[in-house]
């Protein structure tokens, strides 16, 4: 079992910035891929990135590259988001998950946060 959990999220303006952050747990990583998912009102929860744990690799989805940074902290086995130039439709709860290298980067993921409001508006 992997336990997560996400903080940093809240409200920001366009064009801002948030880093949200992901503590995991439970297992060592370096087997595994993680990957940062948001869902949007009305809408299908979608991947936004993810990062082997192992070598760093990453994947992002056309609508965030150049915009959001995933990173890991081996040490303290953390997941970061970096995301700027925030735009209203960045809008969503915002979830961490992990899975078994294997399936990276679409999954799917077995083990999951329990999501974090992230909010875009003037």
């Known amino acids: 079992q992997v336990q997560l959990v996400e903080s940093g999220g809240g409200l920001v303006q366009p064009g801002g910035s948030l880093r949200l952050s992901c503590a995991a747990s439970?297992?060592?990583?370096?087997?595994?891929?993680m990957a940062w998912f948001r869902q949007a009102p009305g809408k299908e929860r979608e991947v936004v990135t993810a990062i082997l744990w192992s070598v760093g690799n990453t994947y992002y989805v056309d609508s965030v590259k150049g915009r959001f940074t995933v990173s890991r902290d081996n040490a303290k086995n953390t997941v970061s988001l970096q995301m700027n130039s925030l735009k209203p439709e960045d809008t969503a709860v915002y979830y961490c998950?992990?899975?078994?290298?294997?399936?990276?980067?679409?999954?799917?993921?077995?083990?999951w946060g329990q999501g974090i409001q992230v909010t875009v508006s003037s």
């Open positions: 998950a992990a899975t078994p290298y294997t399936k990276w980067p679409r999954g799917p993921y077995d083990y």
């Open positions: 439970g297992r060592t990583l370096s087997r595994y891929a």
